[in-house]
Structure formats: C-alpha cells, structure tokens
C-alpha cells in the first residue's frame, strides 16, 4: 500500500502485513518524523460494504469500491526501433484521460524511456512485481497527473525474460498480473521494446487491441508485417481475440516515399489503418525535452491535436 509522510509527504510502498492489528507507527527515513498508518481496508469495512470483496486492491488515488471499468487492454507495438512506440503511448494515453478515461499506462521495456520522459528513474517494476510474494501489482503502479497512473519500469525489466523464459505458461506472465487491476481502468496501454519476443508476446496476449506504430517508410512495412502475422498466430493459436490497428506516424505529405508507403499500408491493411495520422512535428521532441506530453507542452500543436484525435477513433472502436 502507499503511505505518505504527513511532516514531508515523502511516499513509500510497504507491504500491508507488517502494520499489526489495524494501524501501527512507522519513522519517516528521509525526516525521521514518526507517524501512525492505518490498514486501509479493514475486515469490517469488507463486510459492511457489499461492493468491496477479498479481491479489492488499493490503487494510490482510486476509491477501492470503484471497480466496474473492465479496462481495453491496448499494446503499443513493432520490433522495428524508433518508430514511435513510446511517444504513441504516452501522448495516446494522456488523450484518453483528458476524455475523461482513466488511463494505466505501463512501461514494459527495458529501455525505460516512458518511464523516464513521465518523471520516472529507477522506480520499481514488473519484474519486482513479479518477484514480490506478498505486495501485489496494485502497490507499484502511481498516480502521475489527473486520470493517469503508471506502472514504471527499469533496467532489472532485461532479468524478467532471462528468468521466466523456461517456465511453464511464461508467456502470460503479465495477462495474469493484470486480470487484478483491470476492472478499475478504462485503458491499459502497454509500451512494449522493439523485439518480437517474450515482451511482445506477454503484452499481446493480454490485450484485447494491438496498436503498431509505423512511419511511411519501407522497412517499417516489414515490423507491420511481422506484428500482424504474430497477431495472427496468436488468434489461431490461443483462441484469444485481438484485434489491430495501424497508426501512421512521423508522416510527411510532402515527401513521395511516404505517399507511395501510405499507399501500400492502406491498399494491404485497409480497415486495419487507422484514419487519423500523426505527422512529423518537431513540438513532440520539443516536449520530451521538458518531459512533458505534447498536447500539454503546446496544446495547438499538431501532433498533439493528431493523438487527441486518434484517442476519440479509439473510443470509437468499442
Ligand atoms: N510525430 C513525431 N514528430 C517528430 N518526431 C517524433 C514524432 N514521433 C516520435 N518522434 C521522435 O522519434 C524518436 C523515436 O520515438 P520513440 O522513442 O517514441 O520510438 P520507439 O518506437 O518507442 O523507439 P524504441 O523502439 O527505441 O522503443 C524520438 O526521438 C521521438 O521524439
Ligand atoms: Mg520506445
């Protein structure tokens, strides 16, 4: 659970086991003030409150109660680098909560660049998450502005695949984690490393949407085309639905490679293309510069305006 300091508002994830009986005094390690923490959910507010079971978790900034949003679970993805993937991320997720969703945005790759242009350096993980045995998902994800919460990640992400890829069922390692958590988001978006690996692979087969960024560019074309095949595989497979959409990014009208690619995707993936596209704007790396989402760095800008856009066609969809 997260608890604050009330001398100087430091917070810290501790495990709720360690507060006996109903509340119990902690020191402060970076004041050294010492105040009292209350277990948040008591037995007898569970059996009072019909809305809250065993299963309820606490999720800094959610009323525990709050639970019926049953999220869409969307992986940003394609193992081609540098095409986007973060920046469609954060930008797409930071859309939807200024359309009043309540947004979980997770940083699942070992580069940890969400996390970093978010405010996020070295915060515990999914893999710590994983290798917890008694603080569940819920304890790791923050409040970062209004209707958005991240789960961060950091360089310990890379052990992740190194220790679980030989284990059984490896693969839904995160659908699993995740199942707890959904019902109190509208969105996940999952960030995901340019691979096509045991990262991609976890993040797809717990989403319900894949989203594969891609400028107009040739060998773009060749990450959608190994995505959309994955995808299909998985449908096949596993039985699980997924769908996909393609979000053109970085596109220059002005260029004829890009016109000619933009061609192609539509002519191959038609319905699957997304109708909004993000061109090339350089307020986007202005804004990562200032770590901050491009809409809020310059609210006229028009890859902000563009992502604003692509998260009301997302909301669309359902
Ligand atoms: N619409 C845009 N206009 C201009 N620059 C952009 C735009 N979108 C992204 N960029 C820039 O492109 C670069 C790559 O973006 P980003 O890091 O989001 O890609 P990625 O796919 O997540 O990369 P990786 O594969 O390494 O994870 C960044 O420098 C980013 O600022
Ligand atoms: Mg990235």
């Not at 997720?93 to 405010?119: E, H, P, T, W, Y």
């Not at 890829?165 to 693969?171: G, L, R, S, T, V």
């Not at 995160?174 to 199942?179: E, F, T």
Request: proline share 2%; hydrophobic share 40%; net charge positive.
């Amino acid at each position: 659970m997260i608890i604050t300091c009330d001398n100087c508002n430091a917070r810290y994830n501790i495990n709720e086991s360690v507060i006996k009986k109903n509340e119990t005094s902690v020191r402060c390690s970076k004041c050294k003030n010492v105040f009292v923490v209350r277990k948040q959910v008591s037995q007898s507010s569970v059996e009072s409150n019909p809305a809250i079971n065993n299963d309820s978790v606490v999720i800094d900034g959610i009323d525990t109660a709050d639970r019926h949003h049953s999220a869409k679970i969307i992986s940003v993805c394609n193992q081609k680098g540098g095409v986007a993937k973060t920046t469609t991320s954060l930008n797409l997720g930071v859309s939807l909560s200024l359309l009043k969703k309540r947004v979980l945005i997770i940083d699942f790759d070992i580069q940890a660049n969400l996390s970093l242009l978010m405010g996020y350096k070295d915060a515990k993980s999914f893999f710590e998450v994983i290798q917890s045995k008694d603080v569940g998902i819920a304890e790791y994800i923050v409040k970062t502005q209004s209707n958005v919460w991240l789960l961060p990640s950091n360089s310990k992400m890379a052990l992740l695949s190194k220790t679980h890829i030989q284990n059984e069922n490896f693969e839904y390692l995160l659908r699993d984690k995740l199942k707890v958590i959904a019902d109190y988001f509208d969105y996940i978006i999952i960030d995901t490393p340019p691979s096509g690996d045991f990262y991609t692979l976890n993040a797809l087969l717990a989403s319900n949407l894949a989203i594969i960024p891609t400028p107009c560019e040739y060998l773009s074309m060749q990450g959608v085309a190994h995505i959309a095949n994955m995808i299909k595989v998985i449908r096949d497979k596993s039985a699980h639905e997924l769908d996909y959409r393609i979000s053109i990014t970085m596109f220059e009208a002005n260029d004829t490679a890009s016109r000619v690619v933009l061609k192609k995707l539509k002519d191959e993936y038609n319905e699957h293309v997304f109708t909004t596209m993000i061109e090339k704007d350089s307020k986007v790396r202005e804004s990562q510069i200032v770590h901050k989402p491009t809409i809020f760095y310059d609210k006229e800008s028009r890859a902000g305006r563009q992502y604003y856009n692509l998260a009301k066609e997302i909301i669309a969809l359902n």
